[in-house]
């Protein structure tokens, strides 16, 4: 099975793979039959050697790689459209051309996972392995989206928090839920249980707004 997950929402990203492991039985004999690959520098006949290999005491081997789509993400500025584009991806692949009649041959023991940031559309091996692959991409949440997953977080822990308290901390955080997911624990044990406000918010995680601004200006140089 391949599951392909992407996305500058690293947080999410990190549950879903979670989740995986935790449908895939005991924990700690997968614990022993996982292995976590660089994708920046890995071979395909590296990759079917670990996908390969047999499980150990254990119905299923877990293989994550990490960074494999981001090698072949095309540079900005320099995208091509058009009848030779589709040649000059194909050139980039080398050695991965192969990887689509590998992947329907894994064997069913293997969980194959590639791990990766912000890809674009135009990834010449994302575009070859999707139609194989279990598929999710985890944007940054902003906005509705952002504001939903809050108030759910906070449901989630057995909370209650006002929508003012909601609208406060996707502006000081945005959308950072490993930070989100922090402050969110703070505010629940200072309230003790009792029904997060803006009050809350501004006396607790004021600070983010000022350490935010780091990001912020690598995002505007980018």
């Known amino acids: 099975?391949?599951?392909?997950f992407y996305g500058q929402d690293d947080f999410s990203l990190y549950q879903a793979v979670e989740a995986i492991k935790n449908s895939?039985?005991?924990?700690?004999?997968?614990a022993v039959n996982t292995t976590s690959l660089d994708g920046q520098h890995l071979t395909l006949n590296e990759l079917r050697d670990k996908c390969n290999a047999a499980p150990f005491l254990s119905p299923h081997r877990l293989v994550i790689v990490n960074g494999l789509l981001q090698r072949f993400e095309p540079r900005r500025g320099r995208l091509r459209v058009g009848k030779h584009a589709n040649a000059e991806f194909q050139g980039k692949l080398g050695e991965w051309q192969g990887v689509v009649s590998y992947?329907?041959?894994?064997?069913?023991?293997?969980?194959?996972i590639l791990v990766d940031g912000k890809i674009s559309g135009y990834n010449p091996l994302l575009k070859k392995l999707l139609p194989l692959a279990e598929a999710k991409t985890f944007p940054l949440l902003r906005g509705k989206s952002l504001r939903a997953w809050i108030q759910q977080r906070v449901s989630n822990e057995d909370g209650r928090i006002t929508s003012q308290a909601v609208n406060s901390l996707a502006e000081l955080i945005g959308g950072n839920l490993w930070a989100m997911s922090n402050e969110i624990q703070k505010l629940l044990l200072y309230t003790q249980r009792r029904s997060i406000?803006?009050?809350?918010?501004?006396?607790?995680?004021?600070?983010?707004?000022?350490?935010?601004?780091?990001?912020?200006?690598?995002a505007i140089l980018e």
């Open 1 to 4: 099975m391949l599951y392909i």
């Open 197 to 218: 406000d803006e009050d809350d918010v501004r006396q607790l995680v004021s600070y983010a707004q000022e350490a935010s601004i780091f990001p912020l200006v690598d």
């Open 103 to 112: 992947i329907k041959q894994i064997p069913v023991t293997t969980v194959l």
């Open 24 to 30: 895939l039985g005991d924990h700690e004999m997968l």
